[in-house]
Nanobody, 118 residues
Framework: VQLVESGGGLVQAGGSLRLSCAAS????????MGWYRQTPGKQRELVAN????????VYVDSVKGRFTISRDNAKNTMYLQMNSLKPEDTAVYSC????????????WGKGTLVTVSS
């Protein structure tokens, strides 16, 4: 599975961005998809994830009500709509997926930088 993120950039506080994660390869095996973020000197944290059907989502408390995760299985693409952005949302955002089954693997994208200016 290969993952390519896009949509990052520079935005002012209060603005919006939409990140995309396009998956290719053995995409039928993908179950959970998620977004993580990391800033220098800090541990990577889960921002949000979504199950294979899109019916179950999880968000870190700091983004609840502002970010929305979604996926389009027909396009093998996951999205993260980010509204009301804050300077503390500045980070490299990476796409993460898990395959199904006991031997399912985990895959990561290279990440896309989101910078929110105050």
């Amino acid at each position: 599975v290969q993952l390519v993120e896009s949509g990052g950039g520079l935005v002012q506080a209060g603005g919006s961005l939409r990140l995309s994660c396009a998956a290719s390869g053995s995409t039928l095996s993908i179950v959970v998809m998620g977004w993580y973020r990391q800033t220098p000197g800090k541990q990577r944290e889960l921002v949000a994830n979504i199950d294979s059907g899109g019916g179950s989502t999880v968000y870190v408390d700091s983004v609840k009500g502002r970010f929305t995760i979604s996926r389009d299985n027909a396009k093998n693409t996951m999205y993260l709509q980010m509204n009301s952005l804050k300077p503390e949302d500045t980070a490299v955002y990476s796409c993460n997926v898990w395959e199904s089954g006991p031997h399912g693997k985990e895959y990561w994208g290279k990440g896309t930088l989101v910078t929110v200016s105050s």
